[in-house]
């Protein structure tokens, strides 16, 4: 079967550095996305890796490991703002996206 | 603006009821996808359009059933609705083999099953 995993609540503090982690077993690899989720909100894009190695884009950067099925997203100078629950989903064989369950970022003053 | 357009944005309906829901895609774009996102989880892929054809679906009865037109907005009908149907179900247009710079999602349409 497919799986995603990733942690179901992490809490940071304000103006630190968080990783949330991510890993996966899928049919077929066709990029690794992350996606950030206000309550009550639709996903939004974060970032999109198909080769190995370390993306960054601002205070966000997300890393990929094909080889051990692995990934984290790194959020920098953490705000109040990225309370958010953080997804990750997979591109499979078939072009579709399985997704984990997401990890709720609580961050505090 | 992502350009992908869902209607209605919230509805409540009744159990047994039936449900259609609307997606306009991104300009160029003519692959739609839906997905179920329950409180608390990640989305689930329900089906995909393409051509107007069905062309791959997940694990979802046959009560989900869609339709994508000519112009390649597409329709998701949920007949005979369950409480546990109540959910954000969201539209993902993409081109037919969309990276992750051609995925775009619409705001989602929030479905109340009482």
Known sequence: ?????????????????????????????NGLFWYQQHAGEAPTF????VLD??????RFSSFLSRSKGYS????KEL?????ASYLCAVMDSNYQLIWGAGTK???KP | ????????THLIKT???????????KSGHDTVSWYQQALGQGPQFIFQYYEEEERQRGNFPDRFSGHQFPNYSSELNVNALLLGDSALYLCASSLPRGDGNTIYFGEGSWLTVV
């Open chain 2, 15 to 25: 159990r047994g009821q039936q449900v259609t829901l609307r997606c306009s895609p």
């Open chain 1, 79 to 83: 705000q109040m703002k990225d309370s």
């Open chain 1, 53 to 58: 190695g370390l993306e960054e884009k601002g």
């Open chain 1, 1 to 29: 079967g497919q799986n995603i995993d990733q942690p179901t609540e992490m809490t940071a503090t304000e103006g630190a550095i968080v990783q949330i982690n991510c890993t996966y077993q899928t049919s077929g690899f």
């Open chain 1, 46 to 49: 974060l970032s999109y890796n």
């Open chain 1, 72 to 75: 984290y997203l790194l959020l």
């Open chain 1, 105 to 107: 970022l609580i961050i």
């Open chain 2, 1 to 8: 603006d992502a350009g992908v357009t869902q209607s209605p």
